[in-house]
């Protein structure tokens, strides 16, 4: 079992930046897969990024460039950098954590409670 909570979200002006953190629970963290999804209201869930436990990357062609996931396993923790955000990026960002490195929410395992993100035009 895995337990993930996240931090960092709130109001930027469009153009701006912000880095949200999501700590994680148990000893067995570092062997995840760990993404980050967005939802906006009314809308499915969408890919942010990925980073696998030996630290390989997989980001949405949307957050390529602006957006950078990593993560600090003596922390427990992965972070998802976002520069240069957008208005229409207004959302709850989720991190999860599964043995599948992809874009599929369906099959990460474990989520977090969500951050929200609100860029101002």
């Known amino acids: 079992q895995v337990r993930m909570v996240e931090s960092g979200g709130g109001l930027v002006q469009a153009g701006g930046s912000l880095r949200l953190s999501c700590v994680g629970s148990?000893?067995?963290?570092?062997?995840?897969?760990m993404g980050w999804f967005r939802q906006a209201p009314g809308k499915e869930r969408e890919f942010v990024a990925a980073?696998?436990?030996?630290?390989?990357?997989y980001s949405a062609d949307s957050s390529k460039g602006r957006f950078t996931i990593s993560k600090n396993n003596a922390k427990n923790t992965v972070y998802l950098q976002m520069n240069n955000l957008k208005p229409e990026e207004t959302a709850v960002y989720y991190c999860?954590?599964?043995?599948?490195?992809?874009?599929?929410?369906?099959?990460?395992?474990?989520w977090g409670q969500g951050t929200q993100v609100t860029v101002s035009s």
């Open positions: 980073i696998s436990s030996g630290a390989s990357l």
């Open positions: 999860a954590a599964g043995n599948y490195y992809g874009s599929d929410s369906r099959r990460y395992d474990y």
């Open positions: 148990g000893r067995t963290f570092s062997s995840y897969v």
